[in-house]
C-alpha cells in the first residue's frame, strides 16, 4: 500500500478528487451484511474487497491531504487577518492619540485666545468709561488755555511798554 501511496502522489490533485466524486456508488456489493449471508465466501480470498480498500485508502489519503491544504489555507487567512486587525487597531490607536492630543492643544489654544480676548474687552470698558469724563476735562483745558493766553497777552503788553 505504501507503492499505491507514492503513485497516488504523483498524480494530479483534481483528477483525483473526480475520481473520488465518481467512484463511491459504483461498488455498493463490497458491504458487511452481503458478505455475512453467504458462509463460502469467508474461506476465500477476494481480490475485490481489498481493490476497494485501496481505493478507499486512497479516497482517504486524498481527503487527509485536502483537509491538510484547507487547514493551511485558513492558517494563513487568519494569521493574515490577526496581521490586517492589529495593524489596523495599531493604527486606530495611533490616530486616537494624535487626535487626542491635537484636541488637547486647539482647546489651551481656544482658552488663551479667550482670556486674552476677555483683558481686550475689560480694556476697552474701562476706557470707555475713563473717555466719558475726557469731556468734561476738555472744557475745563479749553477755559484754562484761554486764561493763560489772556495772561500771556497780558504779560507781554507790560514788557514792552518803554
Not at 481480490?47 to 483537509?67: G, I, M, W, Y
Amino acid at each position: 500500500m505504501e507503492e499505491d501511496g507514492g503513485e497516488q502522489a504523483q498524480l494530479p490533485h483534481p483528477t483525483s478528487s473526480e475520481t473520488l466524486i465518481s467512484e463511491p456508488n459504483l461498488d455498493p456489493p463490497s458491504s458487511c451484511p452481503e458478505t455475512s449471508l453467504d458462509p463460502t465466501q469467508d474461506d476465500r480470498p477476494d481480490s475485490k474487497p481489498q481493490l476497494n480498500q485501496t481505493e478507499l485508502f486512497r479516497a482517504l489519503e486524498v481527503v487527509e491531504r485536502d483537509s491538510l491544504a484547507i487547514a493551511d489555507s485558513f492558517t494563513s487567512l487568519f494569521s493574515s487577518l490577526r496581521l490586517a486587525l492589529s495593524e489596523v487597531t495599531s493604527n486606530s490607536v495611533d490616530h486616537m492619540h494624535c487626535f487626542s492630543d491635537a484636541s488637547g492643544r486647539l482647546q489651551e489654544s481656544v482658552l488663551d485666545a479667550a482670556t486674552k480676548g476677555n483683558r481686550y474687552i475689560n480694556s476697552c470698558l474701562r476706557l470707555n468709561e475713563e473717555m466719558k469724563g475726557v469731556d468734561s476735562l476738555a472744557l475745563q483745558l479749553k477755559i484754562l488755555r484761554r486764561n493763560v493766553d489772556a495772561l500771556d497777552s497780558g504779560v507781554n503788553k507790560l514788557l514792552r511798554l518803554p
